[in-house]
């Protein structure tokens, strides 16, 4: 069923291009538009494709040597497979909710300051490829868009730029892609580190320390009351 509503948006956008493409082919703004409505369709792409790209993976035995392996920690629930879960579920072009990955281990017999230790350094190592993604090969594109305004640009992400990462970590927001933001503009990778490491670690911190006050106050209080 997902598929098939997968299978249908795709073909809503690609319709959607073709009309916008007739009535805003004058407007300035197109090629920005159309640019975010290519990522759009290629990430939906993946999704409807995946199968077929993972059979294509297999058919290649070096790449599955590579890739097999990772498929199945991750099926496994093993604290390998949450490595790798954080660490590509924290790239731009796949971005999953590291929160959902982190909360189901916790439901798991895994100590909660290992599943803390383990998702974050995972999901940091993913981070810091966005940034040097964006540092080697997002530059320009960003001056090509912000064009006269990348300087103000670059001034406020000096002034506001830890706080943005500090908070982008902690509440739910698109980090990922915006750690490739950070990177373009040139932004302190000492900064980036630092405050994407504090803000996973309270993020996370937070979520063991309310799972507690939940499962040994609130489920009890309500037990009691029945």
């Known amino acids: 069923m997902m598929s098939n509503i997968a299978d249908m948006l795709l073909i809503l956008l690609v319709v959607f291009a073709l009309i916008s ?3 805003l082919r004058k407007n300035k703004g ?3 538009f159309f640019f975010f409505l290519f990522l759009i369709i290629f990430l939906l792409s993946l999704y409807v494709f995946r199968s077929n790209i993972l059979n294509f993976l297999k058919s290649i035995p070096f790449v599955w040597n590579i890739v ?3 498929i199945t920690e991750i099926a496994s629930n093993s604290l390998l497979g949450l490595f790798y879960l954080s660490t590509f579920g924290s790239l731009f072009f796949i971005s999953i909710p590291i929160e959902f990955v982190f909360i189901y281990y916790l439901t798991l017999n895994y100590n909660p300051f290992v599943v803390l230790l383990i998702a974050t ?5 993913g981070l810091v490829f966005n940034y040097c993604f964006g540092f080697i090969l997002g530059e320009g594109i960003l001056k090509y868009f912000l064009k006269d305004k990348y ?5 406020l992400l000096e002034k506001f730029g830890s706080f943005l990462v500090f908070a982008g970590n902690i509440i739910p927001s698109p980090i990922e892609l915006a750690s490739v933001v950070f ?8 900064k980036f580190v630092v ?3 504090l803000g996973r670690v309270f993020k996370f911190g937070l979520t063991i320390w309310l799972g507690d006050i939940f499962s040994d106050r609130i489920i009890p209080y309500f037990k009691n009351l029945f």
Do not use: E, V
């Open 183 to 190: 990177g373009a503009a040139r932004f302190s990778f000492k």
């Open 30 to 32: 197109l090629k920005k």
């Open 151 to 155: 300087d103000n640009f670059k001034k």
């Open 195 to 197: 405050y994407s490491l």
């Open 121 to 125: 350094l995972g999901s940091i190592i």
């Open 21 to 23: 493409f007739f009535i």
């Open 68 to 70: 097999g392996p990772i």
